[in-house]
Structures are given as C-alpha cells and as structure tokens.
C-alpha cells in the first residue's frame, strides 16, 4: 500500500448550509494522545435521527492486526463536519473532509472541501483526514444515504486496508464501540459497534491470515449471538457475548467442532 501523504493545516472550516439548528463551532483540535471520558448518554439530537445529518460510531480492523475506533459529527451540534481518531483508549487525531477528482481519488496536494453537505439528500464518498500535517496515519472513505438510511465506511490505518463496521446513533439509542481479541482453536481480533438492539461485528483471524465478513445480529438486555459464515472453509462460527460494565465477555464455537468451546473479550472504546 501507498503511504498517505502528510496533510496540510487547514485554515479554515465550514459552514453549516442548516444554520439554524445550531450554531457553527469549530470541529476539535488538540491537545491529542489523551485519554478520553465514555459518554454515558447519547450524543445524536433528535432533529436528526430520521436524517443523513448526526452521528456515526464505527470500529476498524487493519491487515496489521490492529483495531480502531472512529466517530463522525455532521452537523450534530456544530457547522464543521469532522471526525475523531480513537486507538488504545486515546484520542489519536481530528479529522476534516478533502476534495476528491472524478475518478475519486483524494486531490494531491489536498484541499479541504469546505463545500456544504445538504441536508437529507445522498452524501457522496469523500475523505476524512487529519486537520493537521504530521498526523495522517488514517484515511477514511465516507458517505450517507438521504435520510440516513444507508452509509458506508472505508479505511485505510496506517497505509492498510481495513475491515469496517458502522451505526449511526439516535437520540433515544446510543451507539457504543469494542475492541477486543479472541482465542482457542483460532485466534485473532474483534470489533464490533452495538446498540441497545443491534450490532454489527468484524473479524481477523491471525492463524490464516484473514479478514470475515460483516455479522449482523439482534441485541436482547446486552446479550447476542452472531453468526458468521466463512466461505472458505465452509464453517459457521458462532459468538455468544454479554456486555456489562463496558467489557464485553463471551464464547464461540465452529461447526466443525461444536463441542470445543472458545472464550473472546471485547473492551468498550466509545
């Protein structure tokens, strides 16, 4: 992989095209490589619950075997669309949108994009990057349906591919983040973002090397069992967890060998 070339500062930041559901405020800036509070309540208003405007949580998996986590605010509570950078329990960086060409590549050398995203109408892919030379170890592809129905996110962590998984936050249903490892007869990591009644996991397996796909699953009083197929061997595998007080612990199991019983832990981020 290319490395992602250094960002320049930006000099300045965007305004709201709805400035009248809250006032600009400029999108965070240092200190970074500090450790963070977790919010105990939603951050998502209700003005935007049903739209493409709001908040996103969404954890990543690099081919390095490393996890992040990764938060999104348009126009949330503020004029600047950006995003926070979160590894090992700190806040790494703050990043801003850059104008990509037509054929989707980010511009070079980079250009902010301080061009208004309308509200409730499709948010095409851009790049999310550092605000500020000498960071840039995460590039974020980003994009929102209208209304919010739909979004997509891609990363590149430290010039790698990453496995993605994402919600967006609602004012009545907070989004939380995890990242963790799993071990046993196979061995790797595990991230996932969950909500009071939904999570969406990814999953790397060190022994092949190898990326699985996005699991989906209901949530039930923190509790949930996914089910992740793997087209390659053929095997189910099937993770069983149960969140409390910000650690999420639990078991999985294959059906090759349904017997043989296999524990994971997770540890919130956001």
């Not at 919010?39 to 619950?49: G, T, W």
């Not at 104008?99 to 095409?124: C, E, K, R, W």
């Not at 999953?203 to 949930?224: D, E, I, M, Y």
């Amino acid at each position: 992989m290319k490395a992602i070339i250094p960002i320049v500062v930006v000099a300045s930041f965007l305004i709201s095209c709805h400035q009248e559901h809250q006032d600009p405020v400029p999108a965070p800036t240092p200190p970074l490589n500090r450790e963070y509070g977790l919010q105990s309540h939603p951050e998502a208003v209700a003005a935007f619950d049903a739209s493409n405007y709001g908040v996103y949580k969404g954890v990543v998996i690099n081919a390095q075997d490393s996890t992040a986590t990764f938060k999104f605010n348009l126009y949330n509570n503020g004029g600047q669309p950006y995003g926070l950078f979160y590894t090992n329990h700190k806040l790494q960086d703050s990043l801003i949108r850059y104008q990509h060409d037509n054929n989707g590549f980010m511009l070079i050398p980079q250009v902010p994009d301080t061009s208004a995203i309308p509200y409730n109408v499709s948010f095409y892919y851009c790049y999310f990057s550092s605000y500020s030379a000498g960071h840039g170890t995460a590039l974020v592809g980003f994009n929102v349906s209208a209304f919010g129905k739909s979004y997509v996110l891609d990363t590149r962590l430290n010039a790698n591919a990453c496995l993605n998984a994402m919600l967006k936050e609602k004012s009545s249903n907070q989004v939380f983040c995890y990242e963790g490892s799993y071990s046993g007869s196979d061995s790797g990591r595990i991230a996932f973002v969950m909500s009071s009644d939904s999570i969406v996991a990814i999953r790397a397996s060190v022994w092949n090397p190898q990326f699985f796909k996005l699991a989906t699953a209901h949530v039930s009083n923190g509790s949930f069992t996914l089910n992740q197929v793997d087209d390659g061997s053929g095997n189910t595998f099937i993770f069983n967890g149960t969140v409390q007080n910000n650690v999420c612990n639990g078991t999985w199991t294959k059906s090759s060998a349904p017997t043989l019983v296999n524990p994971f832990r997770a540890s919130r981020t956001l």
